[in-house]
């Protein structure tokens, strides 16, 4: 084999070796923190497991249960769970694009303390979804708070439909403008000038160089956000635990509320059900977010 | 361009290298959070103190292991869910299973029932001080199962009724003169006091509130111990007479922050935890402790609700028997040494405190220093009282603001902790 071959063959090899190295911290960390919790999690939704003594495989029990016993209360928290999950993914989802993208436009014009308002919208990402919840608990205090001061009224907002979901909504949206406003500030950073000058010259109005130009030249952000959003929403937690307490009656009480408590509430384990409730759940992201994409792409 | 490459490999390398050790178990790792070795001459002991009792825990502690034991105490504490949910967890690895353990009564059945426990039978034998008579009944007996020792109690911490002295005296002078108020005592004086707007009640935390108004109802969460029985009469008043009260306008309102205002002088009765006490301090008024309100002022049909923290330890193979002695060391030591505990707010479980007036100033000694005040203590050990522990907190307040009908109530959780009941297949 002369020396040229060898070279050649080295660097084949090398090649071959190299993305995987590259790749690897990312593929331990995705083994470990997502595909095995996964694939366990899978199995234990086919057991009667309850955290404590060894898993019995169950077959499909625990899936009969939660979707075909109507006289199971845990077929009655898959429903209000995931009814009320799809909801807050409804509510959420257009503000968490829609209010970031029309800030980020707002702040491409360069106006002055620009940089000021945009720490200011992204600071709250930084927080803790706890910090987040006892800022907004004492903000809609019945007592002492300032939004039922300013509105004068005395209702209980948090625990009153329908103003629990419209604070639950206000909450996330000030919790996650940051994240998305960033996005698109870089994508409009992007957008060549040549465009809007071009627009000039023909004419178009500010909303016509929006919708023809920005819009388009920024879907593939959009869709990105879109479907990371609506991911991120299906898995909301923290916000209804702390600040509506899942009601009233069982209002705004979410599905991953009702596996958490099931897997590991104050009672014996029903980690089985919990598990099956939680891949139904993945099994929903999944879909939706495949017609996201379908849809999106389909438009294009 | 072959060195960077050399780097980059190294780098790469490195980072997995890295992010691999990091996930493993390192032995120091195991010290921090717990310990299977049986040679360690350190007791590593869980507990679920994460708030301004946390440091009380921790002195006490510290001033055990100035006493030069053997086999010095090291404390771990971590959030309650957070320790609960590791528990299963370490006790089937068998890896990092604390030697010594805080859970709360109500938990011993299960894990009782699950085999996790080891039973502190033999252990007790060299150490007859811990035993019946040195303990608050209550919280002695539920550690008692089947004949076996399953726990030795640190406290013994009760719900009661926080009042404003002066408020009571303007409104209804007489109704402490037995140290019960009544549902019927606190209607009438909350009835005066509306034209002031005084609150008579506090909207709290219910679960305390109706377990202990059923009991006094005559209802018991159990009969066999094992299926519910919750679906009747008893719940149904318990729910309704709060109902009552809050649509007669005498409690605090939905929305309002009971603690804030009564703290600022505009609640009469707020009946809280003796947890509470050092928070309750706040107020800037002469304020009391007494029992919960009861249906009837007769301290004999009186129910305090309660519950107690418990030195368990579970099951470890690897546990020593010196290691075991150096437990039993500890768990005298606190006996004898449990002032500090008082103050957190808590009543030690022992009554080796009866002897020293510090504690007896405390306001929450009261539900101690009279044997008929301790029959009024009440653990509710079922084994499922977790599963009505998360519906009373879920749906009470609903019922009582009148976003849930009365009559649901009670049927709905019969439902709803009997459907949990049967997923259990452990020792029933």
């Given at each position: 084999?002369?020396?040229?071959?060898?070279?050649?063959?080295?660097?084949?090899?090398?090649?071959?070796?190299?993305?995987?190295?590259?790749?690897?911290?990312?593929?331990?960390?995705?083994?470990?923190?997502?595909?095995?919790?996964?694939?366990?999690?899978?199995?234990?939704?086919?057991?009667?497991?309850?955290?404590?003594?060894?898993?019995?495989?169950?077959?499909?029990?625990?899936?009969?249960?939660?979707?075909?016993?109507?006289?199971?209360?845990?077929?009655?928290?898959?429903?209000?769970?995931?009814?009320?999950?799809?909801?807050?993914?409804?509510?959420?989802?257009?503000?968490?694009?829609?209010?970031?993208?029309?800030?980020?436009?707002?702040?491409?014009?360069?106006?002055?303390?620009?940089?000021?308002?945009?720490?200011?919208?992204?600071?709250?990402?930084?927080?803790?979804?706890?910090?987040?919840?006892?800022?907004?608990?004492?903000?809609?205090?019945?007592?002492?708070?300032?939004?039922?001061?300013?509105?004068?009224?005395?209702?209980?907002?948090?625990?009153?439909?329908?103003?629990?979901?419209?604070?639950?909504?206000?909450?996330?949206?000030?919790?996650?403008?940051?994240?998305?406003?960033?996005?698109?500030?870089?994508?409009?950073?992007?957008?060549?000038?040549?465009?809007?000058?071009?627009?000039?010259?023909?004419?178009?109005?500010?909303?016509?160089?929006?919708?023809?130009?920005?819009?388009?030249?920024?879907?593939?952000?959009?869709?990105?956000?879109?479907?990371?959003?609506?991911?991120?929403?299906?898995?909301?937690?923290?916000?209804?635990?702390?600040?509506?307490?899942?009601?009233?009656?069982?209002?705004?009480?979410?599905?991953?509320?009702?596996?958490?408590?099931?897997?590991?509430?104050?009672?014996?384990?029903?980690?089985?059900?919990?598990?099956?409730?939680?891949?139904?759940?993945?099994?929903?992201?999944?879909?939706?977010?495949?017609?996201?994409?379908?849809?999106?792409?389909?438009?294009? | 361009?072959?060195?960077?490459?050399?780097?980059?490999?190294?780098?790469?390398?490195?980072?997995?290298?890295?992010?691999?050790?990091?996930?493993?178990?390192?032995?120091?790792?195991?010290?921090?959070?717990?310990?299977?070795?049986?040679?360690?001459?350190?007791?590593?002991?869980?507990?679920?103190?994460?708030?301004?009792?946390?440091?009380?825990?921790?002195?006490?502690?510290?001033?055990?292991?100035?006493?030069?034991?053997?086999?010095?105490?090291?404390?771990?504490?971590?959030?309650?869910?957070?320790?609960?949910?590791?528990?299963?967890?370490?006790?089937?690895?068998?890896?990092?299973?604390?030697?010594?353990?805080?859970?709360?009564?109500?938990?011993?059945?299960?894990?009782?029932?699950?085999?996790?426990?080891?039973?502190?039978?033999?252990?007790?034998?060299?150490?007859?001080?811990?035993?019946?008579?040195?303990?608050?009944?209550?919280?002695?007996?539920?550690?008692?199962?089947?004949?076996?020792?399953?726990?030795?109690?640190?406290?013994?911490?009760?719900?009661?009724?926080?009042?404003?002295?002066?408020?009571?005296?303007?409104?209804?002078?007489?109704?402490?003169d037995d140290n019960i108020i009544t549902y019927d005592e606190i209607k009438e004086a909350g009835e005066k006091a509306q034209k002031d707007d005084v609150s008579a009640l506090g909207v709290?935390?219910?679960?305390?509130?109706?377990?202990?108004?059923?009991?006094?109802?005559?209802?018991?969460?159990?009969?066999?111990?094992?299926?519910?029985?919750?679906?009747?009469?008893?719940?149904?008043?318990?729910?309704?007479?709060?109902?009552?009260?809050?649509?007669?306008?005498?409690?605090?309102?939905?929305?309002?922050?009971?603690?804030?205002?009564?703290?600022?002088?505009?609640?009469?009765?707020?009946?809280?935890?003796?947890?509470?006490?050092?928070?309750?301090?706040?107020?800037?008024?002469?304020?009391?402790?007494?029992?919960?309100?009861?249906?009837?002022?007769?301290?004999?049909?009186?129910?305090?609700?309660?519950?107690?923290?418990?030195?368990?330890?579970?099951?470890?193979?690897?546990?020593?028997?010196?290691?075991?002695?150096?437990?039993?060391?500890?768990?005298?030591?606190?006996?004898?040494?449990?002032?500090?505990?008082?103050?957190?707010?808590?009543?030690?479980?022992?009554?080796?405190?009866?002897?020293?007036?510090?504690?007896?100033?405390?306001?929450?000694?009261?539900?101690?220093?009279?044997?008929?005040?301790?029959?009024?203590?009440?653990?509710?050990?079922?084994?499922?009282?977790?599963?009505?522990?998360?519906?009373?907190?879920?749906?009470?307040?609903?019922?009582?603001?009148?976003?849930?009908?009365?009559?649901?109530?009670?049927?709905?959780?019969?439902?709803?902790?009997?459907?949990?009941?049967?997923?259990?297949?452990?020792?029933?």
């Amino acid at each position: 084999m002369s020396l040229s071959q060898k070279k050649k063959k080295g660097n084949q090899a090398q090649s071959k070796v190299f993305p995987w190295l590259f790749i690897a911290p990312h593929l331990v960390i995705f083994s470990i923190f997502f595909l095995i919790p996964v694939v366990f999690g899978i199995y234990i939704s086919f057991t009667d497991w309850d955290l404590v003594s060894s898993p019995n495989f169950v077959g499909l029990a625990n899936y009969q249960e939660i979707f075909t016993n109507q006289d199971s209360i845990f077929y009655t928290q898959l429903r209000t769970g995931l009814t009320n999950t799809f909801k807050f993914v409804i509510f959420v989802v257009p503000f968490c694009i829609m209010v970031p993208l029309l800030i980020a436009v707002a702040l491409n014009t360069k106006p002055k303390l620009g940089k000021f308002f945009q720490s200011l919208f992204y600071m709250p990402s930084l927080f803790a979804i706890s910090a987040v919840v006892i800022i907004w608990t004492l903000m809609f205090n019945v007592t002492y708070g300032p939004v039922n001061k300013l509105l004068g009224t005395s209702i209980p907002l948090t625990s009153t439909m329908p103003y629990a979901w419209v604070t639950l909504v206000v909450v996330t949206i000030w919790w996650t403008i940051g994240g998305n406003m960033i996005i698109y500030q870089a994508a409009l950073n992007g957008i060549p000038q040549d465009y809007y000058e071009a627009a000039d010259i023909d004419g178009a109005s500010s909303l016509q160089k929006f919708f023809k130009i920005t819009l388009p030249s920024i879907k593939g952000q959009i869709l990105y956000t879109l479907v990371v959003t609506t991911i991120a929403q299906f898995n909301v937690y923290g916000q209804p635990l702390m600040l509506t307490g899942g009601g009233p009656s069982d209002g705004t009480r979410v599905l991953l509320m009702y596996i958490q408590q099931n897997a590991f509430g104050s009672g014996q384990s029903i980690a089985g059900i919990a598990s099956a409730m939680a891949i139904v759940l993945g099994i929903c992201i999944m879909i939706v977010s495949a017609i996201q994409f379908k849809f999106l792409r389909t438009k294009n | 361009m072959r060195v960077k490459k050399f780097a980059s490999i190294v780098l790469m390398v490195g980072v997995c290298v890295s992010i691999l050790a990091g996930c493993g178990n390192s032995s120091d790792d195991s010290k921090s959070s717990g310990s299977s070795k049986g040679g360690s001459n350190e007791i590593v002991f869980w507990n679920p103190f994460t708030g301004p009792d946390g440091s009380n825990i921790k002195a006490m502690v510290d001033e055990y292991n100035k006493t030069n034991p053997e086999f010095k105490v090291k404390n771990v504490s971590m959030k309650e869910g957070d320790m609960y949910t590791k528990i299963p967890t370490v006790v089937n690895s068998g890896k990092n299973i604390p030697d010594l353990n805080i859970i709360h009564a109500e938990r011993i059945k299960q894990y009782k029932d699950n085999d996790m426990l080891q039973a502190y039978d033999d252990a007790l034998t060299d150490y007859p001080e811990i035993k019946a008579e040195n303990y608050v009944p209550e919280s002695w007996n539920i550690g008692d199962l089947d004949g076996s020792r399953y726990s030795v109690p640190l406290d013994i911490h009760t719900s009661g009724t926080y009042y404003n002295k002066e408020l009571v005296e303007k409104y209804t002078p007489n109704a402490l003169d037995d140290n019960i108020i009544t549902y019927d005592e606190i209607k009438e004086a909350g009835e005066k006091a509306q034209k002031d707007d005084v609150s008579a009640l506090g909207v709290t935390w219910m679960k305390p509130i109706l377990l202990s108004l059923y009991k006094q109802h005559g209802g018991e969460l159990s009969s066999d111990g094992i299926d519910p029985t919750l679906d009747n009469s008893a719940m149904e008043d318990s729910i309704a007479l709060w109902k009552e009260l809050y649509d007669s306008g005498i409690t605090t309102k939905d929305g309002e922050d009971p603690y804030q205002l009564f703290v600022a002088g505009k609640v009469m009765f707020y009946p809280e935890g003796i947890w509470m006490r050092n928070d309750v301090n706040e107020a800037q008024f002469d304020w009391g402790l007494t029992n919960a309100p009861q249906i009837s002022d007769d301290l004999s049909k009186a129910v305090n609700w309660s519950s107690s923290h418990q030195f368990v330890m579970f099951k470890n193979e690897n546990r020593s028997d010196e290691k075991t002695k150096g437990i039993m060391d500890f768990l005298e030591w606190v006996r004898t040494n449990s002032l500090e505990w008082a103050k957190a707010g808590q009543n030690p479980a022992t009554l080796d405190l009866l002897n020293n007036d510090e504690y007896l100033e405390m306001p929450q000694s009261m539900f101690i220093n009279d044997p008929a005040m301790q029959e009024t203590l009440t653990i509710f050990d079922y084994k499922y009282n977790g599963y009505v522990s998360e519906y009373m907190d879920a749906h009470a307040l609903d019922v009582i603001f009148g976003k849930a009908e009365v009559s649901d109530f009670a049927p709905s959780m019969q439902k709803e902790v009997a459907d949990k009941v049967a997923k259990d297949n452990s020792n029933k």
